[in-house]
């Protein structure tokens, strides 16, 4: 394996990750997997948090668009978060390395409350770092509380695993002519709309100096060959 390129990264999983082949919630198989992949990634000497998302439970905006009040419908998205940040911290007590979950919406019996000092707490005792709960407020995603609790972290990327192994010029699943980028600005991302994560996100991430870095979650290891600046992969910096 080639040398490690980063020292500290942000490590965005969506809901859909965990849900394997299954239309709906987490597939155990898929978070022993995850793990895995993750701890190969620690053992590296890379500092690693996960930033977690909700989607195979629930999406706040999926229940506004039928009516509801899109501000519980978002809590309820943000305690989706929180069970998926469960099921990972399960594994990896399983395997028996110490993980912290932070969330940014406040369920004391359940997890611990993000605050930036038991955030450097966690970090300097060599915890993996799940946050949860997203930002603790409506009408934000996963991917913008991945950017922002990457800028909290200090870490140098953001890492998201998806469907397909990079960023593409449109869906490479719909689209045969699709052509896949090596490397972007996040500049590029906003003015071409490639929807790779939302706006706000990739703004936070362009103003604080934080590179992303897109690859494919259905290779296992990838992750570990990424940061080396093996496998496939799509990097935006800054230009
Ligand atoms: N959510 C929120 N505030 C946040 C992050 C998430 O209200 O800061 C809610 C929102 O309802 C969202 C749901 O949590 O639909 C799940 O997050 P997301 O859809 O971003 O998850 P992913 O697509 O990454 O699985």
């Known amino acids: 394996m080639g040398q490690v390129q980063f020292t500290r990264i942000l490590y965005k999983i969506s809901g859909e990750a965990l849900m394997g082949e299954q239309s709906f919630g987490i597939d155990p198989t898929m978070v022993e997997r995850v793990v895995a992949d993750i701890i190969e990634a620690r053992n590296m000497g890379v500092s690693i948090a996960l930033a977690v998302g909700g989607g195979n439970l629930f999406r706040g905006v999926a229940l506004a668009s039928k009516g509801a009040d899109r501000v519980t419908g978002d809590h ?75 800028a909290e972290f200090g870490a140098d990327a953001v890492f998201k695993g998806t469907q397909v192994d990079g960023i593409y010029s449109a869906d490479p699943r719909k689209d045969k002519n699709a052509t896949r980028f090596d490397t972007l600005s996040h500049d590029d991302v906003l003015s071409k709309a490639l929807g790779i994560m939302d706006m706000s996100a990739v703004t936070l991430a362009r103003d604080n100096d934080i590179d992303l870095v897109v690859f494919s979650i259905h290779q296992p290891g990838e992750l570990a060959r990424v940061i080396a600046g093996e496998g496939t992969f799509t990097r935006v910096s800054r230009t």
Do not use: H, W
């Not at 998926?84 to 395997?95: G, I, Q, V």
């Not at 028996?96 to 450097?120: E, K, M, N, W």
């Not at 300097?124 to 009408?139: L, N, Q």
């Open 76 to 150: 309820m998205g943000m305690l989706a978060i929180i069970m998926n940040a469960l099921a990972l911290r399960m594994e990896f007590d399983k395997r028996g390395v110490p993980a912290t979950v932070l969330s940014g919406l406040a369920v004391p019996q359940v997890c611990d409350q993000f605050t930036q000092r038991g955030l450097i707490a966690a970090r300097d005792a060599g915890d993996v770092i799940i946050f949860a709960g997203g930002t603790g407020s409506p009408y934000f995603t996963s991917d913008t509380a991945a950017a922002l609790r990457a």
